[in-house]
């Protein structure tokens, strides 16, 4: 196989997938069948849901940075766990500040074009050698979003997923 054909048939993935993006009716529109292996937060709005989520992944991963840690480093390992939430603060902070339901919804639609163009990227890339792990995690994230759902983060492999109560 040439590489032009290689780099042929990785876009035409790409486009197809962006097609995909474009005609999708399934956005912010759960189906009803969350995956088992989720952390799901449902609640009567987005945001609140969203910050349900946001609040279980803070205490998981803070807890796992202490545990980690040990006293004697636990200053610096509140602070990686405070970094490791990177720009997901923003949008609970936002939450947690009151937003009406449209700015929740405008975050969950952010996230899921980051994660689509991550996706995207790794459509692109995949006759490099990679860990087969990357691509299943991947994959897992886009389902989230393709089944309706919200994603809020991940926490040592473990998904953590929002969605308004219907």
Do not use: S
């Not at 995207?120 to 089944?147: F, Q």
């Amino acid at each position: 196989m040439t590489d032009d054909f290689k780099k042929e048939k990785y876009w035409k993935l790409v486009e197809e997938f962006v097609q995909e993006l474009k005609t999708a009716k399934y956005w912010l529109k759960p189906d009803g069948k969350p995956n088992p292996e989720w952390k799901l937060f449902e609640a009567e709005t987005w945001g609140a849901a969203d910050a349900a989520a946001w609040d279980a992944a803070w205490d998981v991963a803070r807890d796992a940075a202490w545990g980690a840690a040990g006293a004697a480093a636990g200053a610096a390992a509140w602070d990686a766990a405070w970094a490791a939430a990177g720009a997901a603060a923003g949008a609970a902070a936002r939450d947690a500040a009151g937003a009406a339901a449209g700015a929740a919804a405008g975050d969950a639609a952010g996230d899921a074009a980051w994660d689509a163009a991550i996706f995207a990227r790794m459509l692109v890339c995949l006759d490099l050698k990679m860990d087969v792990k990357h691509l299943v995690h991947l994959n897992a994230r886009m389902e989230v979003w393709r089944k309706g759902y919200a994603l809020k983060c991940d926490v040592n492999g473990v998904l953590y997923v929002y969605a308004k109560k219907k």
